[in-house]
């Protein structure tokens, strides 16, 4: 398994780590499951903050994995009970970090298998591809689902994202079970280690 550490909590963008490494981003509704993410993905497992409420994740969070690339967990997007105000820093703050790093070398984005994507999915999608950004779907929380209702969720999710296919850039997942962990540790050393 790959070693994590954290390193810390970004509040501004002058506040990057300044190590010339490659970067992975991570993002998602809030409480899609980022943090269980990567907490499931790497050891120490309990290296990220999770919480069942929504919003926990108020910093652009570095970690450092093996000390080869940095994993970035994005603040969640589209919870209800933050401001308008902060909401929009926080969108603004996401758009400037990405269009300014030059070391994304791809996007993880996580969607819960159990609902549709929302204009806000939508629009994270619009915007990772426009920038040419590698793009993955991480179609999480699979445990909460039958078989039929995993393959409804699949076929669902490729009509509003076509490009996506199975094992290349879109991944089944639980952080509960560790479905989909295998497939992708083995994708992000493929491009990473
Ligand atoms: N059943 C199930 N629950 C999960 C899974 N992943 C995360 N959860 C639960 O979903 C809730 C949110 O998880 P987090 O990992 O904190 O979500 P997050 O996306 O980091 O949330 P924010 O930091 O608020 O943006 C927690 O109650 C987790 O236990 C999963 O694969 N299966
Ligand atoms: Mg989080």
């Given at each position: 398994?790959?070693?994590?550490?954290?390193?810390?909590?970004?509040?501004?963008?002058?506040?990057?780590?300044?190590?010339?490494?490659?970067?992975?981003?991570?993002?998602?509704?809030?409480?899609?499951?980022?943090?269980?993410?990567?907490?499931?993905?790497?050891?120490?497992?309990?290296?990220?903050?999770?919480?069942?409420?929504?919003?926990?994740?108020?910093?652009?969070?570095?970690?450092?994995?093996?000390?080869?690339?940095?994993?970035?967990?994005?603040?969640g997007f589209g919870y209800a009970k933050v401001s308008k105000s902060e909401r929009d820093y926080w969108q603004k703050?996401?758009?400037?970090?990405?269009?300014?790093?030059?070391?994304?070398?791809?996007?993880?984005?996580l969607i819960d298998s159990r609902h549709k994507p929302t204009p806000l999915d939508i629009q994270l999608n619009d915007?990772?591809?426009?920038?040419?950004?590698?793009?993955?779907?991480?179609?999480?929380?699979?445990?909460?689902?039958?078989?039929?209702?995993?393959?409804?969720?699949?076929?669902?999710?490729?009509?509003?994202?076509?490009?996506?296919?199975?094992?290349?850039?879109?991944?089944?997942?639980?952080?509960?079970t560790g479905v989909g962990k295998k497939e992708i540790i083995r994708h992000m050393s493929a491009l990473l280690l």
């Amino acid at each position: 398994m790959k070693k994590i550490e954290f390193v810390k909590a970004v509040y501004n963008l002058n506040e990057i780590p300044k190590k010339d490494l490659p970067v992975v981003i991570l993002g998602g509704r809030s409480n899609v499951g980022k943090s269980s993410f990567i907490n499931s993905l790497f050891h120490p497992a309990k290296v990220a903050k999770t919480s069942s409420t929504p919003g926990k994740t108020r910093s652009i969070n570095y970690y450092l994995v093996e000390n080869k690339f940095y994993m970035v967990d994005l603040p969640g997007f589209g919870y209800a009970k933050v401001s308008k105000s902060e909401r929009d820093y926080w969108q603004k703050m996401i758009e400037n970090f990405i269009d300014k790093n030059k070391s994304i070398a791809f996007a993880f984005h996580l969607i819960d298998s159990r609902h549709k994507p929302t204009p806000l999915d939508i629009q994270l999608n619009d915007f990772l591809r426009l920038r040419n950004i590698p793009y993955n779907v991480v179609l999480n929380k699979i445990d909460k689902l039958k078989q039929s209702e995993i393959a409804a969720s699949r076929r669902n999710l490729i009509t509003y994202f076509p490009e996506l296919i199975f094992g290349e850039n879109l991944f089944l997942f639980s952080a509960i079970t560790g479905v989909g962990k295998k497939e992708i540790i083995r994708h992000m050393s493929a491009l990473l280690l």
